[in-house]
Every structure is written in C-alpha cells, then in structure tokens.
C-alpha cells in the first residue's frame, strides 16, 4: 500500500516555541489530508482537514492560528503548532485517502511533548 | 448520540479463543465502514474495510456489515497475544473518502 511519512517522531520542546510536523505522501497524491491529535487512552480526534492549495478546515473548538496548516503540494502537507504549552502534548497524526480500494494511509505519528 | 458508538472493553479472552467486536453508528447515510489496530504508541493500521451488507473475511479477522441496523462488528478466529491492541471502529459517510468519524476503541488482551 501506499506510504505517509511523517516527520518527525518524536519532540520535546519547551514553551512558548513552535514546532513544525511533516506529512509527505511517498507514491501517491495526497490532494487531501486529515489531521488528528490523540490523547492518552482517548481515541483519535479530527483537528482539521487540509486541501491542496486551499485553506486548510478546522473542527470546532481548534484554533486555526495555533495549528497552522499548509498544503501547498500534492504530496506535503505541514502542522505548526505555534507558542506551545504543555496542554498541546499529544499524539498527533496525519491521514490521507487513498481510494475507495485502499481506504485511508495512516502517517506514523509525531510524539509532542511540550516542557 | 455519538456518531461512532464501541463496546468500551476492555475485552479479554484466551488464547485461540475468538474475540468479537462490536460498533453502532448513528448516520443511516455512512458507506464506508473500517477497522483499525493500534498498538500503544502507534498509529492505526488498517485491519478490514467494508462497504456492503454482509460478511467479510481476511485470514483470521471477518467484518459484517447490517445497515439496516447500522452495526459493524469484527472477530478474530485463533487469537494470538500479538492480537493484543486497541481497536477502532471508523465510518465514512459519503460515497468519496471524506472525513472519518472514530469510536472510542476497545481494549483487547488475548493472554495465554
């Protein structure tokens, strides 16, 4: 099946700072991706959806100018989480349709934790 | 009503026993229905997808679809310790792959 890389793993930073999380689609185009945090023993919640070359739609209660969104090719799609706080720690991860035959390609996930 | 509804487990059985799990879904209009593994700490992974009424079968996992009654449900034959993960339930509503609505998960540990 296809591949969604997604960079990086895991991350510590402290507060107050930014950091950014790749998706890159590896053998298709991913005109859509999903974007989804999850907490500890939660399940996996939809923070936004972005488009290739549009604005990226976010899910209620989600700040669009802390969880910065860019789509700007086929096969990268980005997740800046501006001015940290702890609170934003999380699992978060990208998903991207593949087709009806395929379903969904899970990105591995990024470990955030903010000090 | 949430629109993904599983049976919250955690659900545990024996070894080559069959473990069954259950999910209800609140949009009569869903189309798209999948079943997601996930270790602690991993992304998901795609177990089964299903799209019409009916039994489906992989190896040892089988899917059935009721729309009518808007139940999905997954069992594992044969289950193996490495079987021992959390489970989702996902549906899609529309005919193209739009947005996925997740249950919460069930919690299963196949001991031996």
């Known amino acids: 099946g296809a591949v969604v890389s997604q960079h990086p793993s895991w991350v510590i930073c402290k507060s107050g700072t930014s950091v950014k999380i790749e998706c890159r689609s590896l053998d298709f185009q991913a005109t859509t991706m999903f974007w989804y945090r999850q907490f500890p023993k939660q399940s996996l919640m939809l923070m936004a959806t972005?488009?290739?070359?549009?604005?990226?739609?976010?899910e209620q209660g989600v700040e669009k100018d802390k969880f910065l969104i860019n789509h700007a090719s086929l096969t990268l799609s980005t997740l800046t989480v501006t001015s940290a706080h702890p609170e934003d720690s999380s699992f978060y991860i990208c998903?991207?349709?593949?087709?009806?035959?395929?379903?969904?390609?899970f990105g591995s996930g990024t470990r955030l934790t903010v000090v | 009503q949430k629109e993904v509804e599983q049976n919250s487990g955690p659900l545990s059985v024996p070894e080559g026993a069959i473990a069954s799990l259950n999910c209800t879904y609140s949009d009569r209009v869903s189309q798209s229905f999948f079943w997601y593994r996930q270790y602690s700490g991993k992304s998901p992974e795609l177990i089964m997808s299903i799209y019409s009424n009916g039994d489906k079968e992989d190896g040892r996992f089988t899917a059935q679809l009721n729309k009518a009654s808007q139940y999905v449900s997954l069992l594992i034959r044969d289950s193996q310790p490495s079987d021992s993960a959390t489970y989702l339930c996902?549906?899609?509503?529309?005919?193209?792959?739009?947005?996925?609505?997740f249950g919460r998960g069930t919690q299963l540990t196949v001991w031996p």
């Open positions: 998903s991207a349709p593949e087709g009806l035959s395929y379903g969904y390609t």
């Open positions: 972005s488009n290739e070359g549009s604005k990226a739609t976010y």
């Open positions: 996902a549906v899609n509503r529309g005919s193209t792959l739009g947005r996925l609505y």
